[in-house]
């Protein structure tokens, strides 16, 4: 993926999860492709001291974004109030994303929980 950096999250030199996101230097509009903790050391700050580092590692980004299934009330709450995003814009049958990602079609609901996702931004640098 053009643009995709990854990040080992490391604690006490043990890897307990990674990142990928997805920079975009002409528009410095990013994505956060995937955020993971172990779940042995979740609701530990992991999480949150991360995504610091990853905001002070692209100072020049001006939005952040994400999308996070429906029923993911930890991610919500995470991303929410713990990151600073909001959440622009919920995908469902009757409103689907109308950019699914490269080779596929929009969500068929196929799996259990994909038929519905938020939409989350950051908005950085008083961008509009």
Not at 57 to 63: G, K, L
Not at 107 to 123: H, L
Request: glycine share 8%; aromatic share 12%.
């Amino acid at each position: 993926m053009p643009g995709a950096e990854s990040w080992h999250i490391q604690r006490n030199g043990e890897t307990v999860g990674g990142v990928i996101v997805n920079i975009n230097k002409e528009t410095q509009h990013n994505q956060v492709e995937l955020l993971f903790i172990d779940p042995a050391h979740h609701s530990q700050g992991i999480g949150q001291a991360a995504w610091k580092a990853i905001e002070a590692s692209y100072p020049e980004t001006r939005v952040w974004e994400l999308v996070t299934p429906y029923f993911e009330q930890r991610n919500i709450h995470f991303y929410v109030n713990k990151c600073g995003f909001h959440i622009v814009e919920f995908y469902n049958q009757y409103h689907p994303d109308p950019h699914p990602p490269e080779g596929e079609e929009e969500t068929t609901g196929d799996i259990p929980g994909t038929e519905a996702f938020f939409r989350f931004e950051k908005v950085m640098h008083g961008e509009p």
